[in-house]
Structure formats: C-alpha cells, structure tokens
C-alpha cells in the first residue's frame, strides 16, 4: 500500500459536499498518486446547473490546447479554441487524446463558409461534442452549418447589445459567453429574455467572479489553467527546497 495513497482533492470533496446535502449519500473516493489529476477545478463551479449534453452532465470546461494539460485535468469536458485558422490535425489531436468531451472551435471570423462547415463536419465525425463559433460569425453561416450538423453549434457572445433571438433562431445551440469583466452583465441580459437557453462562460480569474457569474444564469462554466511554464516552476521549486533540505540534514 506504499504506493497508493487516498487523496481528497477539491472535485471529489465537492462530489461528497453537494450529494450529502441533497439526499445525505456519501460517496466514497478513490485516488493514487499517480492517477490524481493535478490541475482541480475550483470548488465554486460545483454549484453550477450544468448542461446535459448527449447523456453527459457538464458544468465546467477547461480552456486549452495543450495536450499535457488536457490529460492532466478533472474538469466535465475541454473548449479547444485558439487564435489560428482550424485545423484538422489540431482537432483530431485533442479529440482522440482527450477522455473527456470535447468542444472545437471552427471559425467564423477569418474562417468562414463552406470551410468552416467541412472543417465543424470532421469534428462531428471524429468525435466532437460540439463546434465553437466566433462571435463575428453570420447567422447565414449557423443556419448552413445545422443543416449539416448532429451536434451543438455554440456561438460565442462578447456583449448585451447582441441580437440574441437571431442567433437562436439561425440555429445555436448554446451560447458562449466571453465577455471579460461584463460576463456576468451578459449572461444576465441574456437571462432577462431567455430564462432556460444554454449558457457556457467565462469564469474570471477568482472564485467570487466565478459565483457572480452562476448567479447571472450560467449554467457551465469555463476555467482557464495557469500555463504549463508556470506549473512546472512550481514544480521545480518544490524539488529543489525538498533536495537542499536533504542535502543539509545528511552534512
């Protein structure tokens, strides 16, 4: 039993919280240290509705590309957009490396069209959960790419000022609110005329921002992880305190 340790981190301990306050169940936990995933979504989302999508309940959702970090996560699933023009070997990576669902970006902006719906297509086929639009996108372009598509179109949304009935009404699926400090002015404003629609956003830097923004009416919420550079100074700094500590008790 050298080797295995049980380990209580914040997923689990939320799990046990949350349960034990709806019908009192408890729920045990099993961890290694090698299997613990070590980067933990912050307890607060925890208190979110979630969205059931194909059977899968999802409240949170990790922001990044890196291919470390998604196997190294415990979050409900991954958003999987970047700054670049799509690509199919980038989604397919992440989609067959990832053990939790996956949502791609597709474009929208300077990738549009018939690209976009060819590369949204690919991504339904090898697995994706869902495709990410840019907020630039034309409703034209939602309204060709549901006709073609068996899985959620999610539209991002930067401001209040939106015409969200259009959107809907091309054919989003849920919205992603990405709104930086008006994220939760969003998700309200967006609340105030669709009480019930699907909303992902952004859950800013600190727990409290995170709360706010579950309050307003989101549903899931997106996490992004300190880069891998930083996760592994932390790293370096630990071994290097644990092996000069053992370096001054053996003189």
């Known amino acids: 039993m050298s080797n295995v340790e049980i380990i209580t981190d914040n997923y689990s301990q939320a799990v046990k919280t949350n349960t034990e306050v709806k019908d009192r169940k408890f729920v045990p936990t099993i961890e290694s240290v090698l299997k613990k995933k070590p980067i933990q979504m912050p307890q607060e989302i925890y208190s979110a509705s979630g969205i059931n999508i194909f059977g899968k309940r999802i409240k949170s959702l990790i922001y990044t590309t890196d291919l470390a970090i998604i196997k190294n996560h415990n979050a409900d699933g991954v ?56 907020a630039p996108t034309k409703n034209q372009l939602i309204t060709e790419m549901k006709e073609r598509l068996d899985i959620p179109i999610i539209i991002t949304i930067v401001s209040e000022k939106e015409d969200f009935e259009s959107r809907i009404k091309a054919g989003a699926s849920i919205f992603n609110v990405s709104g930086g400090a008006r994220t939760a002015s969003i998700v309200r404003a967006i609340r105030e005329k669709h009480p019930n629609f699907p909303i992902i956003a952004t859950g800013g830097p600190r727990p409290e921002n995170i709360s706010e923004t579950i309050k307003a009416g989101a549903n899931t919420i997106t996490f992004t992880p300190p880069p891998p550079g930083k996760l592994f100074s932390e790293m370096m700094d630990k071994y290097r305190a644990e092996i000069i500590k053992s370096l001054e008790e053996n003189e």
């Open 79 to 134: 958003i999987a957009v970047y700054p670049f023009t799509p690509q199919i070997a980038i989604n397919q990576a992440i989609i067959e490396l990832s053990s939790a669902p996956v949502f791609v970006g597709v474009g929208g902006g300077t990738t549009t069209g018939q690209r976009s719906i060819d590369i949204a297509l690919n991504a339904e086929l090898t697995g994706a959960y869902g495709v990410v639009l840019n």
